[in-house]
């Protein structure tokens, strides 16, 4: 494979810079590829670095949303189903602290504590829905039938 040269051009001064082998810029947002590759033109680029701050955000952004939405979907359906033993809560409170911390370590930098914050509303208040259905679950083994009667006797008119 051959050795290719990259001309940096800096626009305020108009010089030119000759650099063979590899570029390394310090801080940004490495984008990631399905095919480990990306095609500018004929050319094949293995790795691409965002250093804009907006940009750099919005991607960000539209992928822990996309993210969080995949999420919620699937602990809302593992809160809504029929588990006897409390596997699904389990579950539930282990993807929540999974995300939370991906979060934290990968992405705290890039969105704006506004954003952080609303969605750790939301994962606060699925964990405690899961804390709810994980003690009456408890309740239902400790005591067996019984809660189930308490639960259905109401008022019949």
């Known amino acids: 494979m051959t050795?290719?040269?990259y001309i940096v051009i800096?626009?305020?001064n108009k010089k030119q810079r000759k650099l063979d082998g590899k570029i390394n810029i310090a801080d940004g947002y490495m984008l990631?590829?399905?095919?480990?590759?990306f095609l500018i033109g004929d050319s094949s680029v293995t790795h691409i670095k965002v250093t804009d701050k907006n940009l750099i955000h919005n991607l960000v952004k539209k992928?822990?949303?996309n993210r969080f939405e995949k999420?919620?979907?699937?602990?809302v359906m593992l809160l809504i189903s029929d588990d006897d033993t409390g596997e699904s809560v389990r579950l539930i409170l282990d993807q929540v602290e999974k995300f939370r911390l991906?979060?934290?370590n990968?992405?705290?930098a890039y969105l704006k504590k506004k954003e952080l914050d609303e969605m750790a509303k939301q994962l606060v208040h699925i964990q405690k829905e899961a804390h709810m259905k994980m003690a009456v679950i408890k309740q239902k083994n400790i005591f067996g039938s019984k809660v189930?009667?308490?639960a259905s006797v109401g008022k019949s008119r």
């Open 3 to 5: 050795s290719k040269t």
């Open 10 to 12: 800096r626009p305020e």
């Open 32 to 37: 990631v590829s399905r095919n480990k590759k």
């Open 63 to 65: 992928k822990v949303d």
């Open 71 to 75: 999420l919620l979907k699937s602990l």
């Open 102 to 104: 991906e979060i934290k």
């Open 106 to 108: 990968k992405y705290k």
């Open 148 to 150: 189930e009667d308490v």
